[in-house]
Antibody, heavy 121, light 112 residues
Framework: QVQLMQSGAEVKKPGASVKVSCKAS????????IHWVRQAPGQRLEWMGW????????MYSQKFQGRVTITGDTSASTAYMELSSLRSEDTAVYYC??????????????WGQGTMVTVSS | DTVMTQSPDSLAVSLGERATINCKSS???????????LAWYQQKPGQPPKLLIY???TRESGVPDRFSGSGSGTDFTLTISSLQAEDVAVYYC?????????FGQGTKVEVK
């Protein structure tokens, strides 16, 4: 079945970086984009960025520009999101989600299970 | 950024009764293709969001027909025609017309 499987929970110190993986299965990875969305405790969902899994082009939210890098490995059907210079406000559940089609302007029809990232000294 | 504002923040509805959630966008999300770039998601505790509705009124495959979406431009509504116990969740609207895509603050639906 179509699914996205994310890497496990992470605990990081302020200033460190975290890299979350998202492995796709059950569909042609290169035919769909991947969005990254985070949800801090008690907060609304927040879009971070997107990758066209086939061509590798990306778009980032201005809020995270310079701190976030989204990459893809087509041979492994896996997308990655790396967030650097972590601070306590980055404590959140991070989701990858399949974008319908290869366009940035797309809804997310399949979501990963989420990865909890905790930033604490 | 386009601000999405939902109302109410929470509502309690009796089983079998109608639940209505509103979503207002700070800018129009109606595209030149005459489609509204507005989606609705359902999120239960400890789970990722689940897509219910896209293009403002198109139900995702497998979503029960008691869920319906309406509206255009800046004002949208999600209606659950007959609330079931399994519908207890937080519901989010999302616009995907402008970058960055943005979500509403969520509406918590409970059983009265």
């Amino acid at each position: 079945q179509v699914q996205l499987m994310q890497s496990g929970a992470e605990v990081k110190k302020p200033g460190a970086s975290v890299k979350v993986s998202c492995k796709a299965s059950g569909y042609t990875f290169t035919s769909y984009g991947i969005h990254w969305v985070r949800q801090a405790p008690g907060q609304r969902l927040e879009w971070m960025g997107w990758i066209n899994s086939g061509e590798g082009n990306t778009m980032y939210s201005q809020k995270f520009q310079g701190r976030v890098t989204i990459t893809g490995d087509t041979s492994a059907s896996t997308a990655y999101m790396e967030l650097s210079s972590l601070r306590s406000e980055d404590t959140a559940v991070y989701y990858c989600a399949r974008g319908v089609g290869s366009t940035l302007y797309s809804v997310s029809d399949i979501w990963g299970q989420g990865t909890m990232v905790t930033v604490s000294s | 950024d386009t601000v999405m504002t939902q109302s109410p923040d929470s509502l309690a509805v009796s089983l079998g009764e109608r639940a209505t959630i509103n979503c207002k966008s700070s800018q129009s999300v109606l595209g030149s293709n005459n489609k509204n770039y507005l989606a609705w998601y359902q999120q239960k505790p400890g789970q990722p969001p689940k897509l219910l509705i896209y293009w403002a009124s198109t139900r995702e495959s497998g979503v029960p027909d008691r869920f319906s979406g309406s509206g255009s431009g800046t004002d949208f509504t999600l209606t659950i025609s007959s609330l079931q116990a399994e519908d207890v969740a937080v519901y989010y609207c999302q616009q995907y017309y402008r970058i960055p895509p943005t979500f509403g603050q969520g509406t918590k639906v409970e059983v009265k």
